[in-house]
């Protein structure tokens, strides 16, 4: 257990359907991290978050939405859902989001969309 | 922007010693680290090289080069359940790590 916690472990859902995933940081982290990965493909970073506030963007639709709440856990909210949004979403959490930053990351959230 | 690029594929057998290369474009970075997926598991933290030089954790030693914009994970007295992928990582300033595509490793008997 890294003591990132991703919820729901899997997700099935229709094209056009709405999902939210959660995460949980590990105790103490701050910084928030969202990833997409796709069959057999590499880590697309999408959102990053410290202490509330969104510090970087990568390349996150603009069907995809994300926040981190004051108790510092985080929400990935995916819209009008494509065939090709289905992927393993794996949330990553650091104590902070510069220098020698190493990611825990969750089980991840394995979506696919019908 | 950033880019990685690493091997797609690497074979290698039991007991051997393995090197998985990874070069990068960047205009900044704290950083380059190294991270291990198992088939569907969640990546894990293996090495992180700040400075230019060999980092050794144990059977996994990682090195870094500023100047030739290249790194590599060398990975010793290969063992089975070293089969997986190795993706390495840039950290850039803005805080954000961008993965390269990893590297898939077979460890045959």
């Known amino acids: 257990d890294s003591g990132v916690t991703q919820t729901p472990k899997h997700l099935i859902t229709a094209t056009g359907q709405r999902v939210t995933l959660r995460c949980s940081p590990r105790?103490?982290?701050?910084?928030v991290y969202w990833y997409q990965q796709s069959l057999d493909q590499g880590l697309q970073f999408l959102i990053q978050?410290?202490?509330?506030?969104?510090?970087a963007k990568g390349n996150i639709l603009e069907r995809f939405s994300a926040q981190q709440f004051p108790d510092l856990h985080s929400e990935l909210n995916l819209s009008s859902l494509e065939l090709g949004d289905s992927a393993l979403y794996f949330c990553a959490s650091s104590v902070t989001f510069s220098g020698a930053n190493v990611l825990t990351f969750g089980a991840g959230s394995r979506l696919t969309v019908l | 922007g950033q880019s990685l690029e690493q091997p797609s594929e690497v074979t290698a057998v039991e007991g051997a010693i393995v090197q998985i290369n990874c070069t990068y474009q960047t205009s900044g970075f704290y950083g380059l680290s190294w991270y291990q997926q198992h088939d569907g598991g969640a990546p894990t933290f293996l090495s992180y090289?700040?400075?230019?030089g060999l980092e050794e954790t144990g059977r996994f030693s990682s090195f870094l080069s500023r100047s030739d914009s290249y790194g590599y994970l060398l990975l010793q007295e290969l063992q089975m359940k070293d089969s997986a992928s190795y993706f390495c990582?840039?950290?850039?300033?803005?805080?954000?790590?961008?993965f390269g595509d990893g590297t898939t490793l077979t460890v045959k008997p």
């Open positions: 978050y410290y202490n509330g506030e969104e510090r």
């Open positions: 090289n700040a400075l230019d």
């Open positions: 990582a840039l950290q850039t300033n803005a805080g954000k790590s961008t």
């Open positions: 105790s103490g982290d701050l910084s």
